[in-house]
């Protein structure tokens, strides 16, 4: 989860968010060259006097649409990688489905007999010492670590979104439409999200919590709430 | 202690965290010294302080990202060698003693029915 006052990305626990943290310290780099450029420049101009002797300027301008052309290079190469490789088919081992309800998700194991539950948020008079508030769900969503999960999103009412920022994955719940996204956890732990639509008056009292197990706890959990 | 928390948390220009970026700090600590090489050099060659400033900055963005290049390569390099040895060593542990052991295969002669 993120602390109080964090701006930055919350830890990568998915080969996909490491990506992504990468190509952001990259685009921040590249960033930082343009913005050093720019500030040069500004003083430049500032400390100049003004005058009309410049009557033909192809080289110049030769060199700020070259120069940009390159830096649009540099920054979509990465991200078109990224892009491709967030959309690659693998084979998931489970499939797992989200509903979005006013105000709470709905899981579903397809590939389990009647394995469905409730996730409501705990609300903060009933939160325990040291756990999150408006974090916290009842029923958390259980999966293997280190296997490709299929997430089927989809929505009962209104718009909502299925988000976990440390796994990368954000995918719009839509009613009458499902969407497909895959998840991959690197290492056991408890990874938390919000709904990210507004979705009504509980918008932000319906959170998502994932926890990734060893196949064999997780294989223990499903056959207990199954039978 | 003020000044301990402001180093922890320095960000260049706001936004880029040299602290926790990979290659960050490196990069700028070799651009500027490459910026004062460059300008140093141009304004003692040519004693043209303008056209110096613009050559140190010009060194810095591309003394800056070049080394930034550089090290995002080999940084990704070592990624990539550290999730074939971690696969490896999985692998190891699975088949070891199996038909699909590699090391069974090339001992093959030594090794016995079992």
Known sequence: MANHLQLGFQDASSPIMEELVEFHDHALMVALAICSLVLYLLTLMLTEKLSSNTVDAQEIELIWTILPAIVLILLALPSLQILYMMDEINEPDLTLKAIGHQWYWTYEYTDFKDLTFDSYMVPSTELPLGHFRLLEVDHRVIIPMESPIRIIVTANDVLHSWAVPSLGVKTDAIPGRLNQTSILTARPGVYYGQCSEICGANHSYMPIVVESTPLPHFENWSSLLSS | ?114
């Open chain 2, 1 to 114: 202690m003020v000044w301990v928390f402001f180093l922890q948390s320095f960000k260049l220009l706001g936004f880029l965290d040299v602290q926790s970026v990979p290659c960050a700090r490196e990069s700028v600590l070799y651009g500027s010294v490459g910026s004062l090489v460059v300008g140093l050099g141009h304004f003692l060659a040519t004693s043209r302080v303008r056209r110096s400033c613009d050559f140190a900055v010009g060194g810095f963005i591309c003394t800056m990202l070049g080394y930034w290049f550089y090290c995002r390569y080999n940084l990704a390099q070592q990624r990539i060698r550290q999730r074939m040895l971690k696969e490896g060593m999985r692998n190891r542990i699975l088949f070891e003693g199996s038909s699909l052991d590699p090391e069974r295969k090339l001992t093959g002669n030594e090794r016995s029915d079992s």
